[in-house]
């Protein structure tokens, strides 16, 4: 359940991102992101590293299959979840015997900065310096609360 939901939360996020442009990431960083890149962690300790990422591609490309005009959209989104997966691993596997807030809030502080800055670079063709610092703050925070109510003992 938790690899469909993750799933279908990049390709929501995708989605609404085409509908309503680069600022509606920042919303999507709280709700959405944030949510992924929580249950990046716990399917990191029930799957693997290899098979989440796998899910950041399968993600693109569905979501490149349900919208094509959001082409772009969909190929900044696997990009950079593929990367902030590569720090996020990174971070939680070197975490990986603190306690769940600790590796799950450091991992997401880490993969939080690269996809901020991939995804409107890679999306939009722009910095955007705004949108990185709101997706930032957006990912940071939201993630904190949805570890909080999905944490592990």
Request: include cysteine; charged fraction near 10%.
């Amino acid at each position: 359940m938790a690899a469909f939901i993750y799933v279908l939360a990049i390709c929501a996020a995708n989605y609404l991102v085409f509908l309503f442009g680069p600022w509606w990431s920042i919303v999507n960083s709280f709700f959405l992101i944030g949510l992924d890149f929580i249950l990046r962690d716990v399917l990191h300790e029930r799957i693997g590293f290899l098979k989440v990422t796998g899910l950041a591609i399968l993600s693109g490309g569905i979501s490149y299959t349900i919208n094509p005009a959001g082409g772009m959209i969909a190929i900044a989104s696997s990009v950079s979840f593929v990367l902030a997966s590569l720090g996020d691993g990174s971070v939680y596997q070197l975490l990986i015997r603190k306690s769940w807030p600790v590796k799950s809030n450091a991992s997401n502080i880490t993969a939080s900065a690269i996809d901020s800055l991939t995804f409107p670079l890679i999306a939009f063709g722009s910095l955007m310096p705004g949108i990185f610092a709101g997706q930032f703050i957006a990912k940071v925070g939201g993630g904190f609360i949805w570890s909080l109510l999905l944490r592990r003992k």
